[in-house]
């Protein structure tokens, strides 16, 4: 069975910086690809980054390029989001999903979400 946890978020001030982690349980996450998604109120859950397998290619949103970072530890089960010069915008609840594919669609598997807000 896969589990998802997100953690990490909170409320950080504009420019602040954040990481988020993603605790997955089971054999297959490490060989899976792992991708970061976010919703905000009022607006549909949109993809943020991605990582494969063995963390060698990412991918990420053209909002967030050269601010957020993605990355994973197998040995931890664990990916993380490095968040940098955070905006308002950034404010969503942050989703990791589990992909059986390397792309920027939904996957199957969820976690419960963490909420980031960005504010002074």
């Known amino acids: 069975q896969v589990q998802l946890v997100e953690s990490g978020g909170r409320l950080v001030p504009p420019g602040g910086t954040l990481r988020l982690s993603c605790v997955g349980s089971g054999r297959s996450f490490s060989t899976a690809y792992i991708a970061w998604f976010r919703q905000a109120p009022g607006k549909e859950r949109e993809f943020v980054a991605i990582?494969?397998?063995?963390?060698?290619?990412?991918e990420y949103a053209t909002s967030v390029r050269r601010r957020f970072t993605i990355s994973r530890d197998n040995a931890k089960n664990t990916v993380y989001l490095q968040m940098a010069s955070l905006k308002p915008e950034d404010t969503a609840v942050y989703y990791c999903c589990q992909k059986s594919s390397f792309n920027r669609h939904p996957g199957r598997y969820w976690g419960q979400g963490t909420q980031v807000t960005v504010d002074s």
């Open positions: 990582i494969d397998d063995d963390g060698s290619t990412t």
